[in-house]
């Protein structure tokens, strides 16, 4: 099966600042990767789709990028709201695996 | 507005059995596949099962594989997640989630408010 990774496990950022959250895919998934925000005590939402789709909805501050196995979320201007735990997904086949996750608070 | 309803949860004795529900509304349900994802407290998402729309195909994780059995009601926009020989580690919130047309290719969204399973004597 291919395996998800992701880091950091955590980060702490200022307000304003640029996040880059890394997810790496054991084989290649093409572009079949997902990001989704959970935000403490809620439900996981989607934030991206094909390595790099914006979900309607989602601020511009978030976006996608892909090269090769590697995936990036960034967050161009850290904001409060944006304190979550984020995950990775491939979904181009089965198992739907996805990544441990990177918890992201405010310094 | 597309809503997913989770219910079914509980406490269970290990080695016991569970059976979840999802309801939904607000779209075609037979024609998207869905599927069940689980978080066992203060941990990340684990990917449990999935099912065509039709409910000719299904997928499941090995952590799973076995015990568990997804099935779906298209008549009364249901989902289900059959689950026995339960284990402490089943312990988790269970969300179901829409995916797409296919199967394979689709991400998933949006997802229910969740179930808790606790298993523990």
């Known amino acids: 099966d291919i395996q998800m990774t992701q880091s950091p496990s955590s980060l702490s950022a200022s307000v304003g600042d640029r996040v880059t959250i890394t997810c790496r895919a054991s084989q290649g998934i093409n572009n079949y990767l997902a990001w989704y925000q959970q935000k403490p005590g809620k439900v996981p939402k989607l934030l991206i789709y094909?390595?790099?789709t914006l979900q309607s909805g989602v601020p511009s501050r978030f976006s996608g990028s892909r090269s090769g196995t590697d995936f990036t979320l960034t967050i161009s201007s850290l904001q409060p709201e944006d304190v979550a735990s984020y995950y990775c997904?491939?979904?181009?086949?089965?198992?739907?695996?996805f990544g441990p996750g990177t918890t992201v608070d405010i310094k | 507005e597309v809503q997913l309803l989770e219910s079914g949860g509980g406490l269970i004795q290990p080695g016991g059995s569970l059976r979840l529900s999802c309801a939904a509304s607000?779209?075609?349900?037979?024609?998207?596949?869905m599927s069940w994802v689980r978080q066992a407290p203060g941990k990340g998402l684990e990917w449990v099962s999935v099912i065509s729309g039709s409910g000719g195909s299904t997928y499941y994780a090995d952590s799973v594989q076995g015990r568990f059995t997804i099935s779906r009601d298209n008549s009364k926009k249901t989902l289900y997640l059959q689950m026995s020989s339960l284990r402490v580690e089943d312990t988790a919130v269970y969300y179901c989630?829409?995916?797409?047309?296919?199967?394979?290719?689709?991400?998933?969204?949006?997802w229910g408010q969740g179930t808790l399973v606790t298993v523990s004597s």
């Open positions: 989630a829409k995916g797409g047309i296919t199967i394979f290719g689709n991400w998933f969204d949006p």
């Open positions: 997904q491939k979904y181009n086949s089965a198992p739907f695996s």
């Open positions: 607000g779209f075609a349900f037979s024609g998207n596949a």
């Open positions: 094909g390595a790099s």
